[in-house]
């Protein structure tokens, strides 16, 4: 096997189920899970139609590529979406479609990580706290997380400054998320101009994930883009960016395993080639659903309202007990807690049977600090009435701890 694997830290969710070990929840209370995001809104009708009326493209393999109707979707979607004025999205050159970003976000680093430029190890940087995607793909690549620590004295945003010289110079990738898991907090035009013109200074590229981009309060407010930025700027083939999106929160089709990759031309050229030794080509009737999916905005807007309700009606009853702010964007809220997060996690589950997830199992201990620690990440999937449910058994134990 191969002797990185041993380099892998649990993935959070089996930690979780180590620190719940032995508990016996109470049985007359209905079991609510907060921990895991995974959106369970309704797919969308017609989606669920196209994907059963183009069943018959089973029986021929799929091109890595996608078609030409899903890719062309993606790139109408993404110029509209981000006002790509200046540099077009050229659905053959920018575009590629991928298995879930997930698999995408993982796949792009080994990719493009190469352990043979010099005799230092390659460092990627990435936020901390993170989707754990990015430090497992860094590692199993060969290099080093570099961690930037999003804390609440900064907004929970990464701060690019904070790198010393010395490390950009061994970074070949970087990692971003905004809005971002669990923190919900949206990098800003600085941001994102910032580390532009840090990639083309240090030849470095820059992976963003923006899977929850459509998941947002102010309907005349959408978050930035990576893309949308580098279009204002006028960097030609969108060079050194690559954006991520997927269909699993914005469609609520978290079991499609669909999104795409779009950006630099002359990247995506050397990732298709890797993605056809990898395998993992999109089949026919997933890229038809998928195209129908981008097509359409009326159901990313109805998924809106929904998450709006459940934010107003839980926040109204956490807020009065705990240290709570609605995100900027995302379905994930970030409280900070009255004792530490691990104690919060296990007395909840077993006084109310609420399964959130620790802070800590999020993050890392970078500079003597985990940004992470003595926070929960509370994921507001469920519908409106258990999540509300579970706000109130939530407000019940804080308030018998106080």
Same mark, same amino acid.
């Given at each position: 096997?191969?002797?990185?694997?041993?380099?892998?830290?649990?993935y959070p969710f089996q930690r979780l189920a180590q620190l719940l070990q032995g508990i016996a929840p109470p049985a007359d209370k209905q079991p609510i899970r907060l921990s895991l995001g995974e959106p369970?809104?309704?797919?969308?009708?017609?989606?669920?139609? +196209?994907?059963?009326?183009?069943?018959?493209?089973?029986?021929?393999?799929?091109?890595?590529?996608?078609?030409?109707?899903?890719?062309?979707?993606?790139?109408?979607?993404?110029?509209?979406?981000?006002?790509?004025?200046?540099?077009?999205?050229?659905?053959?050159?920018?575009?590629?479609?991928?298995?879930? +970003?997930?698999?995408?976000?993982?796949?792009?680093?080994?990719?493009?990580?190469?352990?043979?430029?010099?005799?230092?190890?390659?460092?990627?940087?990435?936020?901390?706290?993170?989707?754990?995607?990015?430090?497992?793909?860094?590692?199993?690549?060969?290099?080093?997380?570099?961690?930037?620590?999003?804390?609440?004295?900064?907004?929970?945003?990464?701060?690019?400054?904070?790198?010393?010289?010395?490390?950009? +110079?061994?970074?070949?990738?970087?990692?971003?998320?905004?809005?971002?898991?669990?923190?919900?907090?949206?990098?800003?035009?600085?941001?994102?101009?910032?580390?532009?013109?840090?990639?083309?200074?240090?030849?470095?590229?820059i992976a963003s994930d923006e899977c929850y981009s459509e998941i947002y309060f102010d309907e005349d407010k959408p978050p930035l883009g990576l893309l949308q930025v580098a279009d204002e700027l006028g960097?030609?083939?969108?060079?050194?960016?690559?954006?991520?999106?997927?269909?699993?929160?914005?469609?609520?089709?978290?079991?499609?395993?669909?999104?795409f990759v779009a950006g630099d031309g002359a990247v995506m050229e050397h990732y298709h080639q890797y993605r056809t030794y990898h395998g993992c080509a999109l089949p026919p009737p997933t890229q038809a659903?998928?195209?129908?999916?981008?097509?359409?905005?009326?159901?990313?807007?109805?998924?809106?309202?929904?998450?709006?309700?459940?934010?107003?009606?839980?926040?109204?009853?956490?807020?009065?007990?705990?240290?709570?702010?609605?995100?900027?964007?995302?379905?994930?809220?970030?409280?900070?807690?009255?004792?530490?997060?691990?104690?919060?996690?296990?007395?909840?589950?077993?006084?109310?049977?609420?399964?959130?997830?620790?802070?800590?199992?999020?993050?890392?201990?970078?500079?003597?600090?985990?940004?992470?620690?003595?926070?929960?990440?509370?994921?507001?999937?469920?519908?409106?009435?258990?999540?509300?449910?579970?706000?109130?058994?939530?407000?019940?134990?804080?308030?018998?701890?106080?």
């Amino acid at each position: 096997m191969n002797s990185r694997l041993a380099s892998l830290q649990p993935y959070p969710f089996q930690r979780l189920a180590q620190l719940l070990q032995g508990i016996a929840p109470p049985a007359d209370k209905q079991p609510i899970r907060l921990s895991l995001g995974e959106p369970q809104h309704a797919a969308p009708a017609f989606v669920l139609e +196209t994907l059963q009326s183009r069943l018959a493209g089973l029986s021929h393999y799929p091109v890595t590529r996608g078609s030409a109707e899903l890719r062309q979707a993606i790139a109408n979607w993404a110029t509209r979406r981000f006002q790509l004025n200046k540099i077009a999205l050229d659905p053959e050159r920018h575009v590629l479609p991928v298995s879930g +970003t997930r698999e995408a976000l993982f796949s792009i680093a080994q990719a493009a990580i190469d352990r043979r430029v010099n005799s230092q190890c390659p460092s990627v940087v990435m936020p901390n706290p993170f989707y754990q995607i990015y430090e497992g793909a860094t590692l199993l690549a060969g290099a080093r997380p570099y961690f930037l620590n999003a804390g609440e004295d900064n907004g929970f945003r990464t701060d690019f400054a904070d790198v010393p010289d010395e490390i950009w +110079t061994k970074v070949p990738l970087v990692y971003i998320c905004s809005p971002g898991n669990p923190t919900g907090a949206v990098l800003r035009r600085d941001d994102f101009a910032r580390l532009i013109g840090l990639a083309h200074k240090h030849d470095f590229l820059i992976a963003s994930d923006e899977c929850y981009s459509e998941i947002y309060f102010d309907e005349d407010k959408p978050p930035l883009g990576l893309l949308q930025v580098a279009d204002e700027l006028g960097i030609e083939d969108y060079q050194h960016c690559m954006a991520f999106h997927s269909l699993s929160k914005r469609s609520s089709l978290p079991g499609l395993r669909s999104g795409f990759v779009a950006g630099d031309g002359a990247v995506m050229e050397h990732y298709h080639q890797y993605r056809t030794y990898h395998g993992c080509a999109l089949p026919p009737p997933t890229q038809a659903a998928s195209a129908a999916a981008w097509n359409d905005e009326a159901h990313v807007r109805a998924n809106r309202d929904q998450y709006r309700a459940k934010f107003d009606a839980v926040l109204k009853i956490l807020k009065p007990v705990l240290d709570v702010d609605k995100p900027e964007a995302g379905f994930y809220l970030w409280p900070k807690l009255p004792r530490d997060d691990e104690t919060f996690t296990r007395e909840l589950y077993a006084r109310e049977n609420v399964l959130v997830l620790p802070g800590s199992y999020l993050s890392r201990e970078f500079e003597g600090v985990n940004p992470g620690q003595n926070r929960a990440r509370l994921a507001l999937v469920a519908p409106l009435a258990e999540c509300t449910e579970a706000a109130q058994r939530i407000r019940n134990y804080v308030e018998s701890i106080k």
